[in-house]
């Protein structure tokens, strides 16, 4: 969490010195990463053919213990690719 006097500070900060502001918001993470639990469900009724066949859940989703950790992994390749790094 973010307080809002924060942000007004980097704003007024990116302001004085030119610079550009972009934001995003990482929303929904979990379902970006890809899981190593080994997760199984019965589809639905939205499976239309499928339903009620066993399915495996191969992305993230928020309960399982690992999610987190693979959400910070998956992130972390993702802004390295793009260049950034740790500081």
């Keep these: 969490m973010v307080l809002r006097d924060s942000i ?9 010195n030119d610079l550009d502001v972009k934001m995003t918001d990482v929303g929904n993470a979990y379902l970006n990463a890809l899981t190593k639990e080994s997760c199984y469900a019965i ?3 939205e499976f239309r053919s499928d339903e009620e066949k066993v399915v495996k859940i191969v992305k993230d989703h928020y309960g399982l213990k690992s999610s987190s950790a693979e959400w910070h992994a998956h992130l972390t390749n993702s802004l390295s690719d793009m260049g950034f790094s740790s500081s």
């Design 43 to 45: 589809a639905g009724k």
């Design 8 to 16: 007004h500070i980097c704003f007024l900060i990116a302001t004085l």
